[in-house]
């Protein structure tokens, strides 16, 4: 079975930090880019950062840039999202998602995770 499955979700006050897991199976991430969304309340889904595949290139969302930071260990078949300095703003569902080789837009990438509840509340 192709599955992506997130973990590592919570609740964080203001300034915390939380690392958010997506782990692959019934397939290799090797030569697949990995993206993470979230959306929150009353919004629409947004894209949070990209790792390509090969290349290693990353981007990021001009919102977290600086505070998270995405990885992953191929040998464990596993992405990371780093949170930092964690805002009340960044209160959303967090998904993971993978598509071959290149970052793209949402509506191309093939597998998607269940997603992963973030709350930054005091």
């Known amino acids: 079975q192709v599955q992506l499955v997130e973990s590592g979700g919570g609740l964080v006050q203001p300034g915390g930090s939380l690392r958010l897991s997506c782990v692959a199976s019934?397939?290799?991430?090797?030569?697949?880019?990995i993206a993470w969304f979230r959306q929150a309340p009353g919004k629409e889904r947004e894209g949070v950062t990209c790792?390509?595949?090969?290349?290693?290139?990353?981007n990021y969302a001009d919102s977290v840039k600086g505070r998270f930071t995405i990885s992953r260990d191929n040998a464990k078949n596993t992405a990371y999202l780093q949170m930092n300095s964690l805002k009340p703003e960044d209160t959303a569902v967090y998904y993971c998602?993978?598509?071959?080789?290149?970052?793209?837009?949402?509506?191309?990438?093939?597998?998607w995770g269940q997603g992963t509840q973030v709350t930054v509340s005091s």
């Open positions: 019934g397939f290799t991430l090797d030569y697949y880019a």
């Open positions: 790792m390509s595949s090969v290349e290693g290139l990353t």
């Open positions: 998602a993978a598509e071959p080789f290149e970052c793209t837009e949402e509506y191309e990438y093939n597998y």
